[in-house]
């Protein structure tokens, strides 16, 4: 079995770094062009496309729902169409329970319109654009959080990424006539700079503490998924979470 995404466009939100990056290198690297979407991080995201024929780098803050449907605008622009959404963008902000009302309604807020509302507008997006010209995968990168819970830190970050898994299995039921297959992947601790911060502050002991494998997980750990749900070949998974967190939490 092969996997070749010539001829594929995929729109990579947040792919200036971490678990995003790996995924469109893993996607340009099987044949797909990409706009890899960055937010702050333009160097990231331009040195991963150069050299790239195809490929662009396009920037947006997805805190703005405006600004996500515009992202997604300017990626069919530039790829003339679009294949496949991935979903991937987010931020974890800690956020105690005993922080000032407005400190934690501010969290709570950005939380939501980057994970969540922004997952919302391009997935919308995605899925008028894949219906008028023959479907398209979306790819929603969740957490185990959404499955598990997590700490009353982030309260906002697993309700966040329950609600992109609820949108994923809604896209699958109601648009899969439409031609649009909708999956989650739901990563546990994963080393990039987002779990950097929480390693800082609980230690590795403590986000290793129920990974059943030797390391943790990486971001290569999550892209090849990408690349296979991308390929078609698992079309009649839509509407499935697949858990990618080295046994730490087996539903
Ligand atoms: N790492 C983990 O342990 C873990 C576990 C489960 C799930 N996940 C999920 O996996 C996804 C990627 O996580 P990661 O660990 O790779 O995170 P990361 O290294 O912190 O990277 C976050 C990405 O999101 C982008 N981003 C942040 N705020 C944004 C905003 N306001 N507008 C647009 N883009 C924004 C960043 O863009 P710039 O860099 O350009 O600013 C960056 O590309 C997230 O959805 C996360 O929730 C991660």
Known sequence: MQVDL???RALVTGASRGIGRTIAEALMDSGARVVAHYHRERA???ALVRGRDGSVALAADLADGRAAA?????AL???GGLDLVVNNAGVALESPLDSPTDDWLRAWDTTMAVNLTASGVLAREAVRHFA???GGRIVFIASRAA?????TEYLAYAASKGGMVALARSIARGCGKQGVKSFVLAPGFTRTEMADDFIARYGEAYAMKDVALDRMTEPRDI???VVFLASG???HCTGTSIDVNAASYVR
């Open 44 to 46: 990231g995201a331009e």
């Open 77 to 79: 622009d530039a790829l």
């Open 6 to 8: 010539s001829g594929q």
């Open 70 to 74: 515009g992202l997604f605008a300017r």
């Open 223 to 225: 892209a090849p998924l």
């Open 233 to 235: 070949l698992a079309d």
């Open 132 to 134: 008028a010209h023959g």
């Open 147 to 151: 499955f598990r819970g997590d700490t």
